[in-house]
C-alpha cells in the first residue's frame, strides 16, 4: 500500500528532531504538522501534546524523525533517531533525511515489531502550512452529478485540511518563547498579526453592544401597536422602501449579533453583509454629494413637472384616438365615448393634483436625497416608488380596463357553457351537465351577442393600458433587479476570491517536483480556487422580491384572462 506523507515546505530547513502531526489509518497518510528540535525531555513532550490534543480534538502524536544534516551524515545521530520510536510508540516509525543540498530525500518507515525497516513505496507531498490553515475546502456543488469517486477524493481532502486548520494552537508558539519545546513551523519565526486588526477586535466589542442595543430599540418601535392600524400598516407593505429599510435592519441584527460564528458558511455571511453595507453606504453618499452640488435638486423639480405635463398630454391624445377611428377600426361609439371620457376625467383629475403639488416638490425631493445617506439601494427604491407614484393613474387606468375585459372574458366563457348544456360547479371546482329550460337558452343568447360584440373595443382599451402598465413594470424591474444585485451580491467573498484565492478552495493538484528510483515521489500540493461563477452561487446572499415570480405561460394566461399582473399587494400574498 502507498504511504502518502504531508510535509509543510517551511519545515525543508528545520534541524533535526522529531516530527509530530496526526496520523490517518484510512487513507495510510501522514500530516506533518511541525518539527520537535533537540533538546528536549520526552515526558514534556507528551504532556505538551496531550494539551493540544485536548484544545483542538486532532490526535496529535509522535510520528517519526526528522534528519536534516548539512554535513556528512553522522550514524550515531541516526541510531538515536531511530531508537526515539522506542519512546513515542507509533506505528510505522516514519524517518525522513535530508543530506546537503541535495535535492533528493530519503524517507523509510521502521516497524517495530519485526525491528527492520521496510520498503514500502513512499510519496512525499510538500503543501504550504499558511495556505491550507487559511484556505476553506469547500464541497463539490453539483453533488448530483459527482461520481462517488470524487466525491470521495474530497472528503479525503477534507481531512488533510482540517487537520491543519483545526491544529491552530499548535503554530501559535514561536522562538522567541521561553518555552521547553522548540518547534519549528510556518509562524515559528514570529506570530502573524496586526495592530490595527487587534485594536479593531477590541473596538468591536463595545461597538456591537450599541448596535445591538439601538436595534432592539428600532425593531420594538416597529412592532408596536402603533404601526399596525390601517395608514402606516399600508404604507409599510406597499413601498418598495419599507421593504428595503426591514431588509437591512434584518443585516444590522445579524452584524451587531454577539453570537460567535459557528462555520465557514456563517463566517462569509456575516462578512459579505458588512462589506455589502460599507459599499451600499459609499455609494449613496457619493449619490448624495452629486445631487446637492450645483443645485442639481433644484433642477431636477424643474424639469419634473413638464415631464409630467408631457406624459398627461400624450395620454390626453392617445384617449382622443381612442375615441376615433383607430387604425381604421370600426368600435362601438357608445362605449368609446363612455370609457374616453371616464379616462380624460382621471387625466384632469392627475393634472390639477400635479400642478397642487408643484410648489412643495423642491422641498420634497431635497428630503429624499438626505435619504441616501441610508444606502444606494435605499434611493433607489425610493426611486421605485416614487415613479410608482407618478404613473398611479396609469395603473388606474389598467386595473379599470382589465377588470371590465376580464368581466367580459369569464362572461363569455360561462355563457358558451350555457349553450352546451354545462355549468361550472363551484363546490366540486369541476364542469357538470345542466339542462336549461328555453327562457334561459334566449336570455343567454342574447348576453352573449352583447358581449361579444362589445368585447374589441373593451380589449383595444385594455390592450393599449396593458402595454403603459408593462412598460412602467419593465422600468420599476430594472431599478429592483440593481437592488437585488447590491444586495446578494457577495462583493467579500469576491475581493477575497480576488486577493487571496488560495482562501477558496475547490481542490488541489499535484506538480512533480522529483523523481528517481529508490527515492520517494516528490509532489508538490497547490490549492485550485473556487471560480467567480461558483463564489457568487455558493454565496450569495437572500434577497426579498416586491413582485411575484411568474413563469412566461403564466403571465401570457393572466394576460389573455384579464387578470392583474404584479399589482401591489403584500408580500407572499395570492395574486387574483
Given at each position: 500500500?502507498?504511504?502518502?506523507v504531508?510535509?509543510?515546505?517551511?519545515?525543508?530547513?528545520?534541524?533535526?528532531?522529531?516530527?509530530?502531526g496526526r496520523?490517518?489509518?484510512?487513507?495510510?497518510?501522514?500530516?506533518?504538522?511541525?518539527?520537535?528540535h533537540?533538546?528536549?525531555?520526552?515526558?514534556?513532550?507528551?504532556q505538551?501534546?496531550s494539551?493540544?490534543?485536548?484544545?483542538?480534538?486532532?490526535?496529535?502524536?509522535?510520528?517519526g524523525?526528522?534528519n536534516?544534516?548539512?554535513?556528512?551524515?553522522?550514524?550515531?545521530?541516526?541510531?538515536?533517531?531511530?531508537?526515539?520510536?522506542?519512546?513515542?510508540?507509533?506505528?510505522?516509525?516514519?524517518?525522513?533525511?535530508?543530506?546537503?543540498?541535495?535535492?533528493?530525500?530519503?524517507?523509510?518507515?521502521?516497524?517495530?515489531?519485526?525491528?527492520?525497516?521496510?520498503?514500502?513505496?513512499?510519496?512525499?507531498?510538500?503543501?504550504?502550512?499558511?495556505k491550507v490553515?487559511?484556505?476553506?475546502?469547500?464541497p463539490?456543488?453539483d453533488?448530483?452529478?459527482?461520481?462517488d469517486?470524487?466525491?470521495?477524493?474530497?472528503?479525503?481532502?477534507?481531512?488533510?485540511?482540517?487537520?491543519?486548520?483545526?491544529?491552530?494552537i499548535?503554530?501559535m508558539?514561536?522562538?522567541?518563547?521561553?518555552?521547553?519545546?522548540?518547534?519549528t513551523?510556518?509562524?515559528?519565526?514570529?506570530?502573524?498579526?496586526?495592530?490595527?486588526?487587534?485594536?479593531?477586535k477590541q473596538?468591536?466589542?463595545p461597538?456591537?453592544?450599541?448596535?445591538?442595543?439601538?436595534?432592539?430599540?428600532?425593531s420594538?418601535?416597529?412592532?408596536?401597536?402603533?404601526?399596525?392600524?390601517?395608514?402606516?400598516?399600508?404604507l409599510?407593505?406597499k413601498?418598495?422602501?419599507?421593504?428595503?429599510?426591514?431588509?437591512?435592519?434584518?443585516?444590522l441584527?445579524?452584524?451587531?449579533?454577539?453570537?460567535?460564528?459557528?462555520?465557514?458558511?456563517?463566517?462569509?455571511r456575516?462578512?459579505?453583509i458588512?462589506?455589502?453595507?460599507?459599499i451600499?453606504?459609499?455609494?449613496?453618499?457619493?449619490?448624495?454629494?452629486?445631487?446637492?452640488?450645483?443645485?442639481?435638486i433644484?433642477?431636477?423639480?424643474?424639469?419634473?413637472?413638464?415631464?409630467a405635463d408631457?406624459v398627461?398630454?400624450?395620454l390626453?391624445?392617445?384617449?382622443?384616438?381612442?375615441?376615433?377611428?383607430?387604425a381604421?377600426?370600426?368600435?362601438?361609439?357608445?362605449?368609446?365615448q363612455?370609457?374616453?371620457?371616464?379616462?380624460?376625467?382621471?387625466?384632469h383629475?392627475?393634472?390639477?393634483?400635479?400642478?397642487?403639488?408643484?410648489?412643495?416638490?423642491?422641498?420634497?425631493?431635497?428630503?429624499?436625497?438626505?435619504?441616501?445617506?441610508?444606502?444606494l439601494?435605499?434611493?433607489?427604491c425610493?426611486l421605485?416608488?416614487?415613479?410608482?407614484?407618478?404613473?398611479?393613474?396609469?395603473?388606474?387606468?389598467?386595473?379599470?380596463?382589465?377588470?371590465?375585459?376580464c368581466?367580459?372574458?369569464?362572461g363569455?366563457s360561462?355563457?358558451?357553457?350555457?349553450?352546451?348544456?354545462?355549468?361550472w360547479?363551484?363546490?366540486r371546482?369541476?364542469?357538470?351537465?345542466?339542462s336549461?329550460d328555453?327562457?334561459?337558452?334566449?336570455?343567454?343568447?342574447?348576453?352573449?351577442?352583447?358581449?361579444?360584440?362589445?368585447?374589441?373595443?373593451?380589449?383595444?382599451?385594455y390592450?393599449v393600458?396593458?402595454?403603459?402598465?408593462?412598460?412602467?413594470?419593465?422600468?420599476?424591474g430594472?431599478?429592483?433587479?440593481?437592488?437585488?444585485?447590491?444586495?446578494?451580491?457577495?462583493?467579500?467573498?469576491?475581493?477575497?476570491?480576488?486577493?487571496?484565492?488560495?482562501?477558496?478552495?475547490?481542490?488541489v493538484?499535484f506538480?512533480?517536483?522529483?523523481?528517481?528510483?529508490?527515492?520517494?515521489?516528490?509532489?508538490?500540493?497547490?490549492?485550485?480556487?473556487?471560480?467567480?461563477?461558483?463564489?457568487?452561487?455558493?454565496?450569495r446572499l437572500p434577497?426579498y422580491?416586491?413582485?411575484?415570480?411568474?413563469?412566461?405561460?403564466s403571465?401570457?394566461?393572466?394576460?389573455?384572462?384579464?387578470?392583474?399582473?404584479?399589482?401591489?399587494?403584500?408580500?407572499g400574498?395570492k395574486?387574483?
Open positions: 500500500m502507498v504511504l502518502k504531508f510535509f509543510p515546505s517551511c519545515c525543508s530547513s528545520a534541524e533535526s528532531g522529531i516530527l509530530i496520523w490517518i489509518s484510512e487513507q495510510n497518510s501522514a500530516v506533518i504538522l511541525a518539527v520537535v533537540f533538546p528536549f525531555i520526552p515526558v514534556q513532550v507528551k505538551y501534546l494539551e493540544v490534543q485536548r484544545v483542538t480534538k486532532v490526535s496529535v502524536s509522535v510520528l524523525s526528522w536534516n544534516s548539512k554535513q556528512e551524515k553522522e550514524e550515531s545521530l541516526s541510531e538515536f533517531l531511530e531508537d526515539l520510536g522506542t519512546i513515542f510508540s507509533h506505528e510505522p516509525w516514519i524517518q525522513i533525511s535530508k543530506e546537503g543540498d541535495s535535492k533528493f530525500w530519503s524517507c523509510s518507515t521502521l516497524q517495530k515489531q519485526s525491528n527492520n525497516h521496510r520498503e514500502e513505496e513512499i510519496i512525499l507531498v510538500y503543501y504550504d502550512q499558511r490553515m487559511l484556505s476553506y475546502l469547500h463539490p456543488l453533488t448530483a452529478a459527482s461520481t469517486h470524487k466525491v470521495d477524493d474530497a472528503s479525503k481532502l477534507s481531512a488533510i485540511f482540517d487537520t491543519v486548520a483545526k491544529s491552530k499548535l503554530f508558539t514561536d522562538k522567541y518563547d521561553d518555552g521547553p519545546i522548540k518547534l513551523h510556518w509562524q515559528s519565526d514570529g506570530v502573524e498579526a496586526s495592530i490595527i486588526v487587534e485594536l479593531m473596538a468591536s466589542v461597538a456591537c453592544m450599541l448596535l445591538t442595543f439601538l436595534l432592539s430599540l428600532i420594538g418601535a416597529c412592532k408596536s401597536r402603533v404601526l399596525n392600524f390601517w395608514p402606516l400598516s399600508f409599510w407593505s413601498l418598495s422602501t419599507c421593504e428595503q429599510l426591514a431588509h437591512r435592519l434584518q443585516h441584527q445579524v452584524i451587531g449579533s454577539n453570537k460567535k460564528a459557528q462555520n465557514q458558511t456563517q463566517l462569509m456575516k462578512a459579505n458588512f462589506v455589502s453595507l460599507l451600499d453606504v459609499a455609494l449613496g453618499i457619493l449619490l448624495m454629494s452629486w445631487l446637492y452640488r450645483k443645485n442639481r433644484g433642477h431636477l423639480a424643474d424639469t419634473l413637472i413638464p415631464v408631457h398627461a398630454e400624450e390626453q391624445d392617445l384617449l382622443q384616438w381612442l375615441m376615433g377611428a383607430p381604421g377600426l370600426k368600435m362601438n361609439r357608445a362605449l368609446d363612455v370609457l374616453g371620457r371616464f379616462f380624460l376625467y382621471h387625466i383629475l392627475w393634472i390639477s393634483y400635479i400642478h397642487l403639488m408643484s410648489p412643495f416638490i423642491e422641498m420634497i425631493l431635497w428630503y429624499v436625497g438626505l435619504s441616501a445617506c441610508l444606502g439601494t435605499v434611493a433607489l425610493i421605485s416608488d416614487i415613479v410608482a407614484l407618478l404613473t398611479f393613474h396609469i395603473y388606474c387606468f389598467y386595473v379599470y380596463g382589465a377588470r371590465l375585459y368581466l367580459k372574458i369569464y363569455l360561462s355563457l358558451w357553457r350555457l349553450f352546451r348544456g354545462k355549468k360547479n363551484v363546490l371546482q369541476r364542469v357538470d351537465s345542466c336549461y328555453l327562457d334561459q337558452l334566449f336570455i343567454g343568447t342574447l348576453l352573449f351577442t352583447i358581449l361579444l360584440f362589445l368585447l374589441p373595443t373593451t380589449a383595444l382599451y390592450l393600458f396593458t402595454l403603459l402598465r408593462l412598460l412602467v413594470v419593465i422600468v420599476q430594472l431599478i429592483h433587479l440593481l437592488v437585488d444585485l447590491i444586495d446578494s451580491l457577495p462583493l467579500y467573498s469576491i475581493i477575497l476570491r480576488l486577493c487571496r484565492s488560495y482562501r477558496l478552495a475547490a481542490g493538484k506538480r512533480v517536483l522529483e523523481q528517481q528510483d529508490g527515492k520517494p515521489l516528490r509532489l508538490l500540493m497547490q490549492i485550485n480556487p473556487l471560480s467567480y461563477g461558483s463564489v457568487v452561487q455558493t454565496y434577497t422580491s416586491c413582485y411575484p415570480k411568474d413563469s412566461w405561460t403571465l401570457c394566461k393572466k394576460l389573455f384572462l384579464g387578470e392583474l399582473i404584479y399589482p401591489w399587494k403584500h408580500k400574498e395574486q387574483d
